[in-house]
């Protein structure tokens, strides 16, 4: 089992590439769960789901303190000293697992709130264990963190074997990238690599390829810019299920050939 985590600046489309990966990866025959970690949980519209569910009314694991309760025993008033480090988490997918198009099965967790929030080392604790147990049991687990570097110093990351980083043309994309690969060293995450994205031409690759490259983190893949997101957002469906996106699919299959090689999993 792979875990992989895609970070990066808000905005570069790192939910996007997410679910264009999940699903390009279980049409090759891959069993894949997705987390959706990030505080504005946005992953279904990306992914589609085969039925129709009512996004607006999913509620992101995290936030779910009678569930939090339930499997760690730490109340919802503050869990003082005692709650359970090793909650059973084996029933979780089942209850709040949603299918999504091509076999993808998707939970969505949420941010968890480091301040002002009794439930943070049990839902840490909760979360962490989840992600353990889930390694065990997918080919794939995909997670889709929030924007940023603050996940990092989470138990949920510790453990990722590749973290994609997701960049697009402009220095504050690079400079998140530069402390993002600080903090993944920092917790020993040997394959970092970045995605270009929403590139326009070859000069703009390349700058941002060089800065990166010079970073010591290696581009192994580059999206050019494709103007089907602004018409699939305005329909509102996943751009991998409009015909303007068959470049975008062609993209996501090439990239999820490329992290099933060799040379990226055994690097």
């Not at 025959?29 to 789901?49: A, H, T």
């Not at 309760?69 to 109340?75: C, D, F, L, N």
């Amino acid at each position: 089992m792979v875990k992989i985590a895609i970070s990066g600046k808000g905005g570069v489309g790192k939910t996007t590439i997410t679910a264009g990966l999940a699903r390009a990866l279980s049409k090759q025959g891959y069993r894949i769960v997705v987390l959706d970690m990030d505080p504005s949980p946005n992953l279904l519209s990306s992914l589609g789901c085969d039925s129709k569910i009512d996004i607006e009314h999913i509620k992101p694991l995290m936030e779910m303190k009678d569930l939090i309760e339930e499997k760690t025993g730490a109340p919802q008033k503050g869990y003082g000293l005692v709650f359970k480090l090793n909650p059973k988490v084996d029933d979780i997918l089942d209850r709040f697992g949603v299918n999504c198009k091509d076999n993808v099965r998707l939970l969505v967790m949420g941010s968890i709130n480091q301040g002002g929030e009794g439930c943070f080392c049990p839902a840490n604790t909760l979360a962490k264990r989840l992600v353990d147990y889930l390694s065990g049991s997918v080919d794939f687990l995909l997670m889709d963190m929030e924007a940023g570097v603050e996940h990092l110093g989470r138990g949920t990351t510790r453990t990722v074997e590749i973290l994609l980083i997701v960049v697009e043309p402009s220095i504050k994309a690079v400079e998140a990238a530069k402390h993002i690969k600080k903090l993944a060293q920092d917790l020993s995450i040997r394959k970092v690599f970045a995605i270009l994205n929403k590139v326009k031409n070859k000069k703009e690759e390349n700058i941002i390829k060089g800065m990166l490259e010079a970073m010591k983190i290696p581009v192994i893949y580059s999206i050019p810019y494709d103007p089907a997101m602004t018409k699939a957002d305005l329909q509102g469906l996943p751009i991998f299920d409009i015909e303007e996106g068959k470049n975008m699919n062609k993209c996501v299959e090439e990239l999820s050939k490329i992290l099933t090689a060799e040379y990226v999993l055994k690097a």
